[in-house]
Antibody
Framework: QVQLVQSGAEVKKPGASVKVSCKAS????????MHWVRQAPGQGLEWMGW????????NYAQKFQGWVSMTRDTSISTAYMELSRLRSDDTAVYYC??????????????????WGQGALVTVSS | DIQMTQSPSSLSASVGERVTITCRAS??????LNWYQQKPGKAPKLLIY???SLQSGVPSRFSGSGSGTDFTLTISSLQPEDFATYYC????????FGPGTLVDIK
């Protein structure tokens, strides 16, 4: 079955960087966009951007441009999200989620299924 | 960015009740509206995509409707496992989510 398994919880100090991984299985990793979404404690969902695992091309939400980096390693079917210059309000659960098929995605077909289990990143001094 | 609102922000309902949640977009998004269910401590789960298409494996008591700016998610007969937070998400441009609607037990 299609599954996304993320790395574990992290505790970071303000100003540091964090890199979260997302290992895909059960489908062709390079065939689907991978998105990242975060959720601060008790808050709603915030889309961060996507990566095309086939080409490495990315599209970041305007808010995160300049301080998020999404990469992938196709040899191990794993996507990564790195957030730099962390602040306390970056404390959140970070999710990866599969998007649409790269070869057949149409405008508006940007829903997420499935999702990884989430990785809690705590930023605290 | 397109802003999404949901109403109500929370509701209390009994098992067997019909529940309707509304989502409104700040501009027309055609049918590019998706719905998710999230239970505490768990990742969101896709219920409905493209406004009214039921995701595989999702019970038929869930349905979606709407187009343009106004959309609804309906649970025809609320079950114990349906108590959760529901989010809408527009996929027309610069993907954004609604603030969520908490459905709890009356």
């Amino acid at each position: 079955q299609v599954q996304l398994v993320q790395s574990g919880a992290e505790v970071k100090k303000p100003g540091a960087s964090v890199k979260v991984s997302c290992k895909a299985s059960g489908y062709t990793f390079t065939g689907y966009y991978m998105h990242w979404v975060r959720q601060a404690p008790g808050q709603g969902l915030e889309w961060m951007g996507w990566i095309n695992p086939s080409t490495g091309g990315t599209n970041y939400a305007q808010k995160f441009q300049g301080w998020v980096s999404m990469t992938r390693d196709t040899s191990i079917s794993t996507a990564y999200m790195e957030l730099s210059r962390l602040r306390s309000d970056d404390t959140a659960v970070y999710y990866c989620a599969r998007g649409c098929s790269i070869t057949s995605c149409y405008v508006g077909e940007n829903w997420f299924d499935p999702w990884g289990q989430g990785a809690l990143v705590t930023v605290s001094s | 960015d397109i802003q999404m609102t949901q109403s109500p922000s929370s509701l209390s309902a009994s098992v067997g009740e019909r529940v309707t949640i509304t989502c409104r977009a700040s501009q027309s998004i055609s049918i590019y509206l998706n719905w998710y269910q999230q239970k505490p401590g768990k990742a969101p789960k896709l219920l409905i995509y493209a406004a009214s298409s039921l995701q595989s494996g999702v019970p038929s008591r869930f349905s979606g409707s709407g187009s343009g700016t106004d959309f609804t998610l309906t649970i025809s007969s609320l079950q114990p496992e349906d108590f959760a937070t529901y989010y809408c998400q527009q996929s027309y441009s610069a993907l954004t989510f609604g603030p969520g609607t908490l459905v709890d037990i009356k």
